[in-house]
């Protein structure tokens, strides 16, 4: 068991066999999900898990396994997972694998320290100081004026939650000692089709989802200015006080883009943060030929940026930049004397735990920061337009295809491309309720027979007044034209008889 291979207790030679063992579990693993060929996943139901599947039990032993069953265990571990590197999993704004940021992963797992001082972290504290100088730089702030950090261990969500917390705490300071009594009846606003934890933050933060105001979006899920100006008018009317707008560059589902210049200067007029929720977007920017679609981010107070999704970092990475010094650290800084000595003798400036709402934090940034390494500003760009070429691709094919139809009948803003698939019986059904009704059960129906065969995996939903339709994106490296094409067979395969 684990102390038998400390490499200082005679264990030298077990822990090289074992680590040599679980590297080719992982090899192994890894040479499965890029092989087309192979099953996404092999779907099992949750109560068979719990049973246990041949030789593989979830239970805990009260005396130690052997180290040729936990190599077994770790194996079918990922045998009975979903392979999210495939080049057909299209289900998340996170995928693919990349072999650099697992590295990287590796890396930071095998040092297995703590980010929030210099003295356990020299190296990982001043080398995130770097990577959140080029992530300022792109999006076009000065250093000196900006301040960021990489959420640990939680993602864009909880950077969303930053964004709003360092808000208010700008406006008003005083939250941090008196709570929400001490305030007035703040509200913020974000779009219907921004993302859910917006809401989910002002919960957290003892604001109420009452308090967040949905701002109508335009047909293609951008947020309306002109609609903004009158929400924010009427919030003010009924004596509330905005504080916050939390616009989103790169909408979960659609795609969208607000139209950050407009609503930039809206927020200047009424003196609200703007912050941008470019979870999905941000890595966009690295592309000249696209950037251009969140021109005004550079305006923003704040900013959320998931590497983890179009720049297909490995999870979690995802980083909240905020457009102003120190504003991090006064609004979440507990002086913790055991932590962060006053006294310490060196470098305490890169002792930047404090500026978290959490003590301990894994190494998030170091998986980003190899992969810029290997690929360089250019790679990415070079990844990220055939993403967008993808999509281009995917929505031509859909177009011409009249068993499917577009949620929007022009091209493409970013990757993401909605659509519904018509089986023949529903093509003869006039368009209005009694189609909807049907089309509603079909992509779920579909999704499922997908996954007990294990063929492909891409996500639906309803949003609005639309029934369920299929949200394609393309952030996985791996995917190719061929993968495209696969998918539109398939879904047709599956679905042409329901
Ligand atoms: C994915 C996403 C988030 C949440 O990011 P997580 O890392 O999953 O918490 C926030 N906003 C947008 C627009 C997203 O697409």
Redo the contacts with the bound molecule.
């Keep these: 068991f684990s102390l038998d291979l400390l490499p200082s207790k005679n264990g030298k030679e077990l822990t090289n066999y074992f680590l040599r063992q679980v590297v080719d579990v992982l090899l192994h693993y890894i040479k499965k999900t890029f092989d087309v060929k192979s099953k996404i996943l092999d779907f099992h139901h949750p109560h068979q898990l719990l049973e246990g599947l041949d030789g593989f039990s979830l239970e805990l032993p009260d005396h130690p396994e052997s180290l040729e069953q936990l190599l077994v265990d770790c194996t079918d571990t990922l045998k009975y997972g979903v392979k999210t590197g495939h080049p057909r999993f299209f289900n998340q704004?996170?995928s693919g694998l990349d072999m650099i940021g697992l590295a990287g992963e590796w890396l930071t797992a095998t040092a297995n320290t703590n980010m929030f001082t210099y003295e356990i972290a020299p190296v990982f504290t001043v080398m995130e100081t770097i990577v959140l100088k080029k992530m300022y730089e792109i999006i076009g702030w000065k250093e000196t004026e900006a301040d960021g950090l990489f959420?640990p261990a939680?993602?864009?969500?909880?950077?969303?939650l930053y964004g709003i917390l360092v808000a208010r705490y700008k406006q008003y300071p005083e939250i941090k000692t008196k709570g929400m009594t001490a305030l007035p009846h703040i509200v913020l606003f974000v779009s219907e089709q921004?993302?859910y934890?917006?809401k989910k933050a002002a919960a957290i933060l003892g604001i109420g989802t009452d308090n967040v105001i949905e701002v109508k979006c335009d047909e293609r899920g951008r947020m309306i200015p002109a609609e903004l100006e009158k929400n924010i008018a009427q919030a003010k009317r009924k004596g509330q006080t905005p504080f916050f707008v939390s616009t989103?560059?790169?909408?979960?589902v659609y795609g969208a883009f607000d139209p950050l210049c407009d609503i930039a200067d809206i927020c200047e007029k009424h003196k609200l943060w703007m912050h941008v929720?470019?979870?999905?977007?941000g890595g966009l920017l690295l592309s000249r030929s696209h950037s251009y679609k969140l021109r005004g981010i550079e305006r923003a107070n704040s900013v959320?940026w998931?590497p983890?999704?179009l720049m297909g970092a490995p999870?979690?990475c995802?980083a909240i930049l905020i457009q102003e010094k120190d504003l991090l650290e006064a609004c979440n800084q507990m002086r913790a004397g055991y932590l962060f000595q006053p006294d310490k003798l060196y470098n305490v400036e890169f002792d930047t735990g404090d500026k978290t709402i959490q003590c301990g934090q894994h190494i998030e940034f170091f998986l980003f920061w190899v992969m810029y390494s290997s690929s360089g500003t250019y790679g990415f760009e070079a990844q990220i337009n055939k993403h967008m070429e993808l999509a281009k691709y995917f929505y031509k094919v859909l177009k011409e295809r009249d068993n499917f139809k577009l949620v929007f009948d022009a091209e493409p803003e970013f990757t993401n491309v909605c659509f519904w698939y018509l089986p023949p019986r529903l093509k003869h059904i006039p368009k209005g309720f009694e189609r909807d009704q049907e089309l509603q059960k079909i992509a779920p129906k579909i999704k499922a027979l997908m996954i007990e065969e294990g063929s492909a995996m891409i996500s639906y939903q309803p949003c609005g007044d639309k029934v369920n339709f299929f949200r394609m994106v393309f952030s996985n490296p791996a995917t190719t034209q061929t993968d495209v094409d696969y998918l539109i067979e398939e879904i047709e395969r599956l679905g042409k008889d329901l």
Excluded: E, M, P, R
């Design positions: 704004l996170s959420s939680i993602g864009g969500s909880i950077s969303n921004g993302h934890s917006v989103t560059a790169g909408t979960t929720d470019a979870a999905w977007g959320t998931n983890h999704k999870l979690q995802s």
